[in-house]
């Protein structure tokens, strides 16, 4: 039977009981005599008797009081307290004996531990105290925290910020949520990353442009539709051919029969089928079906 917590190395008083006859298995036991050495204590060893050396006293309806000594509180963790009397059936309890810092957050007159809100308030964590020594693998390449940062220029569907200086591609699938600034509360998926140019490019576009000095999140999107499709700037004015460098797929016909969308420009909201793709000897040069508008130099698409 588990009765509570104990702060570590400090004497206490526990409750004992109750203690019933052990003829008729009802009637209270009032008047034992109950030393300390029939007290015994037990952290995950053999059982001793316990080191206070006052007996237990009776303080109502089978129910004896045992005081505890710094000693037989000394070790943190379980604490199993078993008592056997002649007369009366045996009495189990068992105790989580805690940190002294630990259990005076919790239960102390003046405990920190909790505001009036109910929520905890913790220490700094050091610095460096979380690394890839202390954080598996696994963990560490499905973490990715929410980032606050400032534009550095921008347009309708593009943020330029040299603070981001991840490898190519790394926000793709993630989430804008712009936070200041005339597009404000916006949010826009990440089509692609410019590692060199340090861009993110967005879709759809943004109602107003992004300028120096508007802040804005990224945000880690989970699963996403983004990671089957491919995000391209048009080179030239291709009507029946798109050539974009970004493009770095090595296979020929890679993207045969998928959709070539627009996303700005004349050609913007128009649908293309791919006919080809020539990943060898021009590398992301399309051949799809012919747009009513051709697509200008800078105008965003995507292969879907």
């Not at 404000?184 to 879709?203: D, H, K, P």
């Amino acid at each position: 039977m588990f009765n509570g917590f104990l702060k570590q190395s400090t004497t206490d008083s526990v409750y004992l009981g109750p203690f019933v006859d052990d003829t008729d298995f009802k009637t209270v036991e009032t008047g034992l005599t109950i030393a300390n050495t029939a007290v015994l204590l037990g952290t995950g060893g053999a059982l001793a008797a316990k080191n206070n050396t006052a007996s237990a006293v009776h303080r109502g309806n089978g129910m004896y009081v045992a005081t505890l000594n710094a000693t037989d509180t000394a070790t943190v963790g379980e604490l199993m307290i078993a008592c056997d009397i002649t007369g009366a059936l045996p009495v189990r309890h068992k105790y989580m004996v805690l940190e002294e810092a630990i259990y005076d957050a919790m239960f102390g007159s003046l405990a920190a531990g909790f505001d009036a809100s109910g929520q905890v308030t913790t220490g700094t964590i050091a610095t460096d105290a979380i690394s890839a020594a202390s954080v598996s693998a696994a963990a560490v390449s499905k973490m990715r925290a929410v980032r606050e940062l400032v534009v550095d220029s921008g347009t309708v569907n593009t943020i330029v910020d040299a603070a981001l200086t991840e490898v190519e591609d790394y926000w793709k699938g993630c989430r804008i949520l712009i936070t200041s600034g005339s597009a404000i509360s916006q949010v826009r998926e990440v089509m692609r990353f410019g590692a060199t140019s340090n861009t993110l490019y967005l879709a759809p576009d943004l109602s107003a442009s992004v300028t120096l000095g508007d802040t804005y999140e990224i945000i880690p999107a989970g699963d996403s539709m983004n990671s089957l499709v491919v995000f391209g700037i048009a080179a030239g004015t291709p009507t029946v051919t798109v050539t974009d460098s970004g493009l770095t797929e090595t296979q020929d016909n890679k993207y045969v029969n998928r959709m070539l969308v627009p996303l700005t420009g004349p050609a913007k909201g128009e649908v293309a089928f791919i006919e080809s793709y020539d990943g060898t000897t021009t590398v992301g040069e399309l051949t799809h079906t012919t747009l009513q508008e051709a697509m200008a130099t800078g105008n965003h698409f995507v292969i879907v």
